[in-house]
């Protein structure tokens, strides 16, 4: 714990900035819990113990009644909630001195006697407000007390105190979704709590833009506010029922509240998913793009020429390639037309689905691929065409769908960047290096990946990502030094030919079984007889040096590999890795597949 002042005492090691508190600024002389997170995981589940939605606040009730002091310590009241407002109605948030009478046995709610303003420049009726209700004794939210370092009586364990209001603070701000509460098999046990908290590294790493981080607080905060009115509709009908009466406008103002916390649900599912959240990114950029070209602003020339800071002779040297590129491609005329751009982000801007952006060597910034990215073809004209990503881009750099050709490029996305993503209809990656970035490419829905001569180096998490759905040749290929190699889920069609999957730091190949199977059966089948079964062909692959070359993980483990970003196995030995969560479903093919 840290005062915020002069005086710092530590009840919990840790080299994590605080977070958890709210700021709008520092806060007088009160403790500060600094956790590390895996603190916070490891206490949550120890606390809740996988129980359903329903069952969470008992449990942390029993927490805070076995751990808080219960009477007698001072704290400021930071008012935020609906039931504070109505007690105290300011004209803008005030932060409030109080002394906590009573911390209920029943409701994570405490009594407290009102004392007086922290500040005292408030508004006139502000101040007023609270002269006029001081030692006035009101129930509030234990989560917006936050205990003083001085107090009254020196036998007061406030340091476990803070602890524990931080605690359930952190919880209801960052692992508690309101609408856990419609879903009857939504457990709070390692894998929810685990795969919840990588939605905060993200936000408080910056991976997730602020804007974007902004929202998924506020679908959180609107969430909660129709949960509560939804508890005071029932408890009001059922009240009523006692009756025999219920009122026909409450019913019907229940059932549009849970079609809009389910709503909430979905958008912020998309949001937190960084594949559907650059979705509604890339929809903007084409729709920017279209209303350029209605209004005139888009070139007519079928071919966009991009030379930027080249020498003559050089640029004389690529243009001589020029007509022979254009020969090769079906869907261009010879006698088409050609106009080039000083950048490539401009060429793109005045492209239209169909056309070709030929790229001259160079080091050349991208922001979005505009309607290009509905069908179209990007080829570098030469080598050392290197097209890079900036943090404008968001969290993936090429977002494509049609018929989408890329050749003779090197893709370098920025850190936390995906390299493509692509949703529909084909895509042809032939002669294309991805370097570092969150990921490769990643295939979604029922896509067509015609993939060859391409390198995938250096990526934190995924080099080539296969979803269900999907339907790969992967050919003559490198994938290196990525956290993980390639990733397919067991729907997904992959085809994989004289490819060298190496020194990857987790796993080669990953396939992601569709149900909880008994995944340690299948990683007991050696490595090319379940490569040859796992993939639709499997012809001359080096897949070598990899920490675990081949490994197949259910559902649940693939959702806490993604939250800790590490596997949950041990590479010592590959034959003994199980999956935590798996149970026999039946994999007849386990038997007709060699074991020796």
């Known amino acids: 714990m840290e005062r915020v002042g002069e005086q710092t005492k530590e009840c919990r090691s840790t080299t994590s900035t605080p977070r958890s508190v709210d700021t709008r600024e520092q806060l007088p002389d009160v403790y500060r819990a600094t956790w590390k997170l895996e603190d916070h995981v490891a206490e949550l589940e120890s606390i809740l113990q996988g129980v359903t939605a329903d069952q969470v606040e008992n449990r942390l009730v029993q927490y805070v009644e076995n751990s808080i002091e219960p009477t007698g310590w001072r704290a400021i009241w930071r008012p935020s909630s609906d039931l504070s407002e109505s007690v105290l109605n300011f004209q803008k948030p005030s ?17 407290v006697k009102i004392l007086k303003p922290v500040e005292n420049d408030l508004a006139a009726d502000d101040l007023k407000l609270i002269e006029e209700n001081k030692n006035t004794q009101i129930m509030v939210p234990l989560m917006e007390l936050y205990p003083l370092v001085e107090q009254e009586n020196d036998v007061l364990d406030i340091a476990t105190t803070t602890e524990v209001v931080d605690q359930i603070r952190f919880f209801y701000k960052n692992v508690w979704r309101a609408w856990d509460l419609e879903e009857e098999k939504c457990c709070y046990d390692y894998y929810l709590i685990n795969s919840r908290l990588k939605l905060y590294r993200d936000i408080d790493s910056g991976i997730i833009p602020a804007s974007v981080a902004s929202e998924l607080r506020s679908l959180v905060k609107q969430a909660n506010f129709m949960q ?7 408890a009001k009908s059922e009240w009523e029922g006692l009756d025999g009466e219920v009122d026909e406008l409450d019913v ?38 279209e209303i350029v070209s209605l209004d005139g602003g888009a070139s007519t020339a079928k071919v966009k020429l991009v030379a930027n800071s080249l020498t003559v002779t050089a640029l004389a040297c690529h243009m001589a390639k020029l007509p022979s590129i254009i020969k090769s491609l079906p869907q261009v005329p010879e006698d088409a ?5 000083p950048t490539l982000q401009l060429a793109l801007d005045m492209a239209v689905q169909g056309d070709v952006v030929v790229v001259l060597p160079g080091n050349h910034s991208l922001i979005h ?13 030469g080598k050392g065409v ?9 969290d993936i750099l090429m977002d494509t769908s049609g018929n989408f050709t890329m050749k003779n490029i090197t893709l370098q996305p920025s850190r936390g960047q995906v ?31 015609q993939v060859n001569q391409v390198t995938v180096r250096g990526s934190s998490a995924i080099g080539m990502d ?13 994938v290196v030094d990525c956290t993980i190699g390639i990733q397919m889920e067991q729907e997904a069609k992959v085809s994989l030919s004289a490819t060298n999957i190496k020194e990857n730091k987790e796993c080669g190949v990953v396939v992601v079984w569709p149900v909880a199977a008994d995944t340690s059966r299948l990683n007991n089948i050696p490595k090319q007889a379940l490569l040859e079964y796992l993939l639709e062909e499997c012809v001359g692959n080096d897949v070598r040096n990899n920490k675990i070359d081949v490994y197949v993980v259910g559902p649940l483990e693939k959702q806490v590999q993604e939250a800790s970003s590490i596997p949950t196995t041990d590479s010592s030995d590959q034959a003994s890795h199980t999956s935590s969560d798996s149970m026999d479903s039946g994999c007849e093919f386990i038997e007709n597949v060699k074991t020796d």
């Open 95 to 111: 932060d409030i001195y109080v002394d906590v009478i009573n911390v209920s046995r029943e409701k994570l709610l405490a009594e």
């Open 228 to 234: 509560q009115e939804i508890k005071k509709i029932e």
């Open 252 to 289: 019907a103002r229940l059932i549009q509240l849970h079609k809009d916390l389910e709503q909430l649900k979905v958008r912020f599912e998309m949001l937190q998913d960084p594949v559907f959240r650059e979705v509604l990114i890339h929809q903007q950029q084409v729709e920017r793009c």
């Open 337 to 341: 037309a050609c106009q080039t751009f």
């Open 369 to 381: 691929l505009g309607l290009i990215s509905v069908g179209g073809t990007l080829i570098g004209l």
């Open 386 to 394: 290197n097209i890079k990503g900036g943090e404008e881009a968001g």
């Open 419 to 449: 390299g493509i993503v692509h949703h529909d209809g084909i895509l042809t990656l032939h002669d294309v290096t991805i370097e570092g970035g969150t990921g490769g490419f990643v295939g979604l829905g029922k896509t067509e990946l």
């Open 466 to 478: 296969f979803r269900e759905g999907a339907k790969a040749s992967v050919s003559s290929c490198i």
